[in-house]
């Protein structure tokens, strides 16, 4: 994870802290500012063993209550001027079972997930990052289902100044007693194959080279599935058949219904 030493950072819903906790040995206390969905009192009551006490130890910022889909809740972090603002391992709460969700049975969570993270990058590109900053927005999710049927290389930047610039394996073992959490209860998750993907609205960044390019953009793959080539147009029209193509393809088509309706 590109962290530079002078670098504003900013974490959005880090559940227990931990990750926040973690970049201090990456970035100096007074240069990190943290967030959580949950109110401290909510925090503390879920996560019987959370890092918040350790942040203000270390004279980290905190703030609690931060909703990334609101704009009304984002007055306080635009004062901080931030370079990078990370969102690791987003997940939007559910009522179902683990194993449900997984099946994805409820197309819902599909769409509720993209919605939260494409406020996460269009909040943070118009309000919480510094003009004359990095603009840097990093995403790290798993690399399997459900997560990747969220499209987030391709469906998040429609219509906006910012853009994907490509992705980097996330290194766990850099951030050290960082746990991922479940969103709605004390468990942990277990640690499974990640990417840091990243977006920014400039143009030709540093940070690019570092980076791995989406390659399924390009002709005859298929950027919704990650397949391809074809070889030629009867290839690709029985890929298109498919039920798992049927199915992203549904995905995204209420993603862009959802997006004109914003």
């Known amino acids: 994870m590109y962290l530079p030493k002078h670098a504003r950072v900013v974490t959005i819903g880090d559940g227990d802290l931990s990750f926040s906790r973690a970049l201090l040995a990456h970035i100096p206390a007074e240069q990190l500012l943290a967030t959580t969905y949950d109110d401290e009192h909510v925090l503390r009551d879920k996560y019987a063993i959370n890092a918040l006490d350790d942040l203000k130890k270390a004279g980290v910022a905190t703030l ?55 406020h996460f990058l269009k909040h943070s590109f118009e309000t919480i990052l510094s003009i004359s900053g990095l603009r840097l927005c990093y995403i790290t999710t798993k690399s399997v289902k459900p997560y990747s049927h969220w499209h987030i290389e391709t469906s998040l930047c429609h219509q906006q100044p910012f853009r994907y610039l490509g992705q980097e394996p996330f290194e766990v073992s850099l951030f050290k007693n960082y746990l991922v959490r479940n ?80």
Not at 196 to 210: E, K, L, M
Not at 212 to 232: I, S
Request: aromatic fraction near 10%.
């Open 64 to 118: 609690h209550g931060i909703d990334i889909t609101s704009g009304n809740s984002l007055a306080e972090l635009q004062a901080f001027e931030a370079d990078i603002v990370i969102f690791n391992h987003p997940l939007v709460p559910t009522q179902k079972s683990y194993s449900q969700y997984q099946k994805e049975r409820d197309k819902s969570a599909n769409l509720m997930n993209r919605n939260l993270l494409y």
């Open 183 to 262: 969103v709605d209860r004390d468990k942990c998750v277990k640690h499974e194959a990640s990417d840091i993907y990243v977006y920014s609205d400039q143009a030709d960044h540093s940070i690019q080279p570092r980076l791995t390019k989406f390659k399924y953009t390009a002709d005859n793959h298929c950027p919704l599935c990650r397949k391809g080539p074809f070889e030629n147009e009867s290839d690709w029209a029985l890929h298109c058949n498919t039920r798992i193509h049927k199915a992203q393809q549904q995905y995204s088509d209420a993603w862009f219904r959802h997006l004109s309706s914003l």
